[in-house]
């Protein structure tokens, strides 16, 4: 009897994954994915405590995440609270070493706010950004490109 099948079953599919990728459904935080409306946040979340208006999005503020909509779809999230964690339960708060050994290794990427780690999806436009303080993670984004 070959024994790499079953070696194959224990081994998460995530160990297989290329540096910085994860599955799309990853692309989410408290509970909320981009392309849900309005209507789907509030039946997850209640009302929001509070909404801004920006030149872009409207944002709705939830204690556990911000949610920015664009045109009645959730168009970005952003989270730096304990609750605001992702579907595999990466939350701010948690190690970095948490962070790697839930998703792997991520894509590292300076940008003009900073530098982030990042995971991506294949074949969608959206990915986690991660930004740390320390040896902490002190936000998870939801970031996309128009």
């Known amino acids: 009897m070959n024994a790499l099948p079953a070696f194959l079953l224990l081994v998460p599919s995530l160990a297989f994954a ?3 990728t994860v ?15 309005s209507a789907q946040v ?3 979340l209640g009302e929001p405590s509070r909404k801004v208006e920006t030149d872009d999005f409207l944002d709705y503020d939830y204690p556990q995440v911000r949610v920015s909509m664009g045109e009645d779809v959730v168009a970005g999230l952003y989270s730096d609270d304990p609750r ?3 579907p595999m339960q990466l939350c701010p708060g948690d190690s970095l070493a948490k962070m790697r050994s ?5 894509v590292v990427s300076k940008r003009e706010t900073g530098t982030f780690y990042e995971y991506y999806a294949k ?4 990915w ?4 740390a303080r320390g040896n ?4 998870i984004a939801v970031a996309c490109q128009p």
Do not use: W
């Open 128 to 131: 986690l950004q991660v930004s």
């Open 23 to 37: 599955p799309r459904k990853e692309i989410s935080v408290a509970g909320i994915a981009i392309g849900e409306s």
């Open 84 to 86: 605001g964690c992702t």
């Open 18 to 20: 290329t540096d910085g």
């Open 123 to 126: 074949d969608f436009t959206c």
């Open 42 to 44: 509030k039946r997850k």
């Open 102 to 106: 839930t998703y792997g290794a991520p």
């Open 136 to 139: 902490r993670i002190a936000s």
